[in-house]
């Protein structure tokens, strides 16, 4: 589904002090229906690489394959869509609008859709997953209302409301507690095994990384499989 061919990203000016290349040479492929997770320490390009598989940047160097074709080849539009329709993103902070309802939030990827019948088939599923979620009685209530794990939950329907293939994760349960980081580990399995979500997610976490079917090493810019796992 997914594939990195020789891709390079670097920040800064080569020669000079500010110069950091985080990721060099790196290639990885990723079959439909993968759980994995990526490790590495603050600065070694975890979130560069989850940003360039979800179109929100480009390397400078190398090809990003999804289903075979070729990302830059794409035009502005066209990765709008992608994006909008193939990839849901978490992040570490829930980033949810503080001015509307959990509801509100969850449903704004499908602002968009105009059909009648297709937005209400939107709305039940945003009810489906907010009761899988257990988070469905807090619907009506605004983020300061919520707790961390209860928002970063309807942050994680909000990804997955248009039936996204890949889910790109961020450090998800980095600002959560233990018991809760544990509840969104589960949640993630569950969208894995149940409904063939495909997940890439990076992480601190050891214990969230062994949750997932894969795990690798981000190593001086480049993924090697993780040994220990």
């Not at 990885?28 to 979130?47: D, N, Q, R, W, Y």
């Not at 709008?80 to 992040?91: L, Q």
């Not at 600002?175 to 997610?201: R, V, W, Y």
Request: glycine content about 8%; proline content about 4%; charged content about 25%.
């Amino acid at each position: 589904m997914l594939t990195l061919n020789s891709v390079s990203k670097s920040f800064g000016t080569p020669g000079e002090i500010n110069y950091r290349l985080v990721l060099d040479n790196l290639s990885f492929h990723m079959e439909k229906g993968e759980s994995i997770a990526i490790l590495g320490p603050s600065g070694s390009g975890k979130t560069s690489l989850l940003n360039i598989i979800g179109s929100l940047d480009f390397p400078d160097a190398g090809e990003l394959l999804f289903r075979d074709k070729n990302l830059r080849t794409y035009s502005n539009s066209e990765l709008e869509n992608f994006r909008n329709k193939e990839i849901g993103f978490v992040f570490q902070q829930h980033h949810l609008l503080p001015q509307c309802t959990l509801l509100e939030n969850v449903l704004l990827p499908s602002l968009l859709v105009k059909d009648k019948d297709e937005k209400l088939a939107i709305l039940n599923r945003a009810e489906e997953l907010l009761k899988r979620m257990g988070i469905w009685e807090h619907r009506d209530k605004i983020p300061g209302k919520m707790s961390g794990g209860e928002c970063q939950r309807a942050a994680l329907v909000r990804a997955i409301i248009n039936k996204p293939s890949l889910l790109l994760a961020d450090e998800p349960s980095g600002a959560l507690d233990k018991k809760n980081a544990g509840n969104i580990a589960d949640l993630l399995n569950e969208l894995n095994e149940s409904d063939g979500l495909s997940i890439l997610l990076v992480t601190h976490s050891q214990d969230l990384a062994e949750r997932m079917g894969k795990i690798y090493q981000l190593i001086d810019g480049k993924l090697e499989p993780d040994t220990a796992s």
